[in-house]
Structure formats: structure tokens, C-alpha cells
């Protein structure tokens, strides 16, 4: 995963859990969507995300602000994902994702990984006190999927982008649904500068401790290529990066998900977790994937459009 010479930069995806319980095989849907009122999935495969993100101006003047970030509400991010990549021997690691078709999440390169691995992804929560090794209890909906993609030049700080195929549908609806991600009007590297951002995760509070139970998002502005590059050496329209020294940050169990932006009061995806600082919130900032990197080969693999 990470190499000697880049210790100083995580990978926000390898924290360990120690659940062992085994109750399905691959491709089995674990459990199904507790009814809602209101609740009417759709039929297409259309990716709008129009609609499904409650977030006001209030969330960012709440008392419920903890260190690192804000607690999410139900159904605020109805497009996160639990990935959790199953080593074996009950050893996880633990990744988020987001999902963008019925079929189809996307993470980060380093959450799929080099070698053939199952996932469990979960669907529709907030909370993930009901996940195990290889199995979920609770509500929402989860599968076990073996097909994932890695990026064909995928390195640790560049190309870290992964796909993952569900073997069943999505079902859409109240708690889930596709996120819609920047496509190629957005290619120019100066979009989203001087934007602010929103990254959104169950990584740690802090350097230390295990990952938060319940999920959180991080308000932050996105910062020029020019300016990240007197940190990282970041490559220009494949990353993106979100300012330091704001008490908030992506932290190890972050990798994958999503930074978003608002377009007209729409969730739109511009990036994926990658790396930054293995000391967090740092002082140095956060490097992102940059989605219109990536729309190619995004786009070829899973046949949508952008």
C-alpha cells in the first residue's frame, strides 16, 4: 500500500477490526430496506442527485459540531457508502465509497487494492454499530460483491481511483441514492478553487483512537493547484485539494468518499479521499482524486454518462 519514502503521507483507509462472525458468501443480499413513508424507488438509471441533500446554512452554525467535523442526519448523504475491503481472518479495511448508478461505487484505488479481495458495502446508514466482518445487521440494505476495478496506473498518490459492481441492483429511494459527479464541462483545473467543499466519512476524530461510529462531514475551501503544490507534489486536473489549519480534515477510514460541492443546491462530486497528512486535522492540506481525471475511464467501465 504505502512505500518507506512516503510514510509521512497516509493512506486514510487501514484500520483493523477484529469481527469474526461469517454468515454469507459472495453476491448475497444481506438485508433488505426498512419501509419508509414516501419511499418510491426508481426504475431508470438515470444519475440526477436533484433534490436529496438537506444541508442548510444551520449545520454549520450547529452545537453539534465535535472535533474534526459535524454529525450527520439521516438520509443527509444518502449517497455514501460503507466499503469494507475483507482481508481474511476477520481483518477489514475500512473505507467509505459513493455510489453513482445502481450498480456501480466509486472509492479510491488504494481501498480496492492490488490483490483479488470481497467487499462488503452498506447502503442508506448513518450508523455503523450493526456491521461485522463480513455481515450487517441492521437498517438499510448491504451486499458482498467481488468485482472491483483498480485503475490500470494506479499509484499510491496518483490514479487512486477504484470502482466496485454490486451484484444486485440499488435499490433508490429515501435513504439511497446516486450522487452526480463532475463530468467534462468541469475539466478545467480552476473550477472549483476558492469553493467551499464538503468531505464526508467515518474515518478517526483524530490521529489516534478507532473511526467514528456514526458518519461525519467537514466544511472546507478548496484551494488552488498552485498553492497545493508548495505541499504535495500533486499532479494538475488529477487532484485537488482542500485548505489546512481549519480544525477540520479527512482522517485514516476517510479514503474513498466523497468531496462534494454545491451546484444550484445539488450534490456534485469533484473528488475521492486519497491522501494527506497522517497527523489530522493537519496543518498541511488534503489530497483528493479529481472525478474529471478520471471520466474516461469512469465512463467506459461503467457505461454512464457525463
Known amino acids: 500500500m504505502i512505500s518507506a519514502s512516503i510514510k509521512s503521507i497516509f493512506l486514510v483507509v487501514v484500520l483493523l477490526s477484529l469481527a469474526r462472525h461469517v454468515r454469507c458468501g459472495p453476491f448475497k443480499l444481506l438485508r433488505k430496506l426498512e419501509p419508509y413513508s414516501n419511499t418510491n424507488y426508481t426504475k431508470h438509471s438515470k444519475v440526477t442527485g436533484k433534490g436529496i441533500f438537506p444541508i442548510t446554512e444551520d449545520d454549520f452554525n450547529t452545537d453539534n459540531r465535535i472535533v474534526g467535523g459535524y454529525y450527520a442526519r439521516r438520509n443527509q448523504f444518502p449517497f455514501m457508502a460503507v466499503v469494507h475491503r475483507l482481508i481474511g481472518g476477520g481483518v477489514v479495511a475500512q473505507c467509505g465509497g459513493s455510489v453513482i448508478s445502481h450498480r456501480w461505487v466509486l472509492t479510491a484505488g488504494h481501498c480496492v487494492g492490488t490483490n483479488p479481495s470481497r467487499f462488503l458495502l452498506v447502503f442508506g446508514i448513518i450508523d455503523k454499530s450493526g456491521i461485522g466482518y463480513d455481515y ?21 498518490t496518483i490514479n487512486d481511483v477504484g470502482l466496485l459492481r454490486t451484484p444486485y441492483n440499488i435499490p433508490f429511494g429515501e ?10 464541462n ?14 464526508i466519512g467515518w474515518g478517526k476524530d483524530g490521529p489516534s483512537g478507532l473511526p467514528t461510529r456514526k458518519l461525519k462531514f467537514a466544511v472546507l475551501p478548496i484551494i488552488s493547484d498552485y498553492e497545493c503544490k508548495s505541499y504535495w507534489s500533486i499532479t494538475v486536473r488529477k487532484h485537488a485539494c482542500t485548505a489546512a489549519g481549519y480544525g477540520q480534515d479527512a482522517c485514516q477510514g476517510d479514503s474513498g468518499g466523497p468531496l462534494i460541492v454545491l451546484e444550484s443546491g445539488t450534490p456534485l462530486q469533484i473528488g475521492i479521499v486519497s491522501y494527506g497528512d497522517g497527523y489530522c486535522p493537519s496543518d498541511k492540506p488534503g489530497v483528493f482524486s479529481r472525478v474529471t481525471g478520471y471520466i474516461d475511464w469512469i465512463q467506459k467501465l461503467t457505461g454512464l454518462n457525463f
Do not use: C, K, S, W
Open 136 to 156: 450487517y445487521d441492521g437498517p438499510g440494505l448491504a451486499m458482498i460483491t467481488d468485482e472491483a476495478y483498480l485503475h490500470p496506473n494506479f499509484d499510491p
Open 186 to 199: 468541469d475539466i478545467d483545473p480552476t473550477n472549483f478553487a476558492n469553493r467551499m467543499g464538503i468531505v
Open 175 to 184: 435513504n439511497i441514492q446516486p450522487i452526480q459527479l463532475a463530468g467534462f
